[in-house]
């Protein structure tokens, strides 16, 4: 799978859009970005995949570059709940099987 | 909705004992998973399960650790012999079987987590 490079740290305050960058130079063309975030010590949560075209769910919305080699995640109105680490995993397509490769992550801190 | 299920929620237990992490994955999933992160790290990947054997495992995975499906809900992390550096949060995940090929994958979805602490 491909290596995702991601900031450490990012503060947004309360109620403003929360945008979450993430690179992926070395994605291949048929491999899923995938977004998890884990709060505290909670399970890992998902939230949104995407393999070219941009994405909204109920959560977030997921914008993939064009060239696919990087991409945003966007939470729209960012709550103090949203704190949390947000990881970005690049997975093969098809590999059901696959484990997932989770990095460091981005601290979001939503800010009151 | 759906979840998946750990139990139990905190397991302490002496070095050398035997220790059984149970799972109970969405109903509809075929593929189960057991990930580990110990504290202040980051979460890390033991080994993924389907029909009935293990699909995938990581140099973490030894001889120490086995995975077993005994009935059709549960999906459980036996650690034979516990050692200190075994202390970590164990989570359990599942994902259904959308078939192989371009185009297909499958999500995974995260348990709560069982906290083992090794004294």
């Known amino acids: 799978d491909a290596k995702t490079t991601q900031p450490p740290s990012m503060d947004c305050a309360e109620g403003r859009a929360a945008n979450l960058p993430c690179n992926h130079s070395t994605i291949s063309g048929n491999e899923y970005v995938y977004w998890y975030r884990q709060i505290h010590s909670q399970g890992p949560q998902y939230i949104i995949h995407?393999?070219?075209n941009n994405e909204t769910n109920e959560m977030a919305s997921l914008i993939i570059t064009e060239d696919r080699k990087s991409s945003t995640l966007i939470l729209p109105h960012a709550t103090l709940r949203d704190t949390a680490v947000y990881y970005c995993i690049a997975l093969y397509s098809g590999g059901g099987a696959d484990g997932l490769t989770f990095g460091k992550g981005t601290h979001l801190i939503i800010q009151p | 909705e759906p979840e998946v299920t750990q139990t139990p929620s905190h397991q302490v237990t002496q070095m050398g004992q035997e220790v059984i992490l149970r799972c109970v994955p969405i109903?509809?999933?075929?593929?189960f998973y057991w990930y580990r992160q110990i504290l202040g790290q980051k979460v890390e990947f033991l080994v993924s399960?389907?029909?009935?054997?293990?699909?995938?495992k990581s140099e973490i995975f030894d001889d120490q650790f086995s995975v077993e499906r005994p009935d059709g809900s549960n999906f459980t992390l036996k650690i034979r012999s516990t050692k200190l550096e075994d202390s970590a949060m164990y989570f359990c995940?599942?994902?259904?079987?959308?078939?192989?090929?371009?185009?297909?994958?499958?999500?995974?979805?995260f348990g709560p987590g069982t906290r083992l602490t090794v004294l």
């Open positions: 995940a599942s994902s259904e079987d959308r078939g192989s090929g371009w185009g297909s994958t499958d999500t995974q979805y």
């Open positions: 109903s509809n999933h075929l593929y």
């Open positions: 995407g393999l070219k």
């Open positions: 399960f389907y029909n009935n054997e293990i699909s995938e």
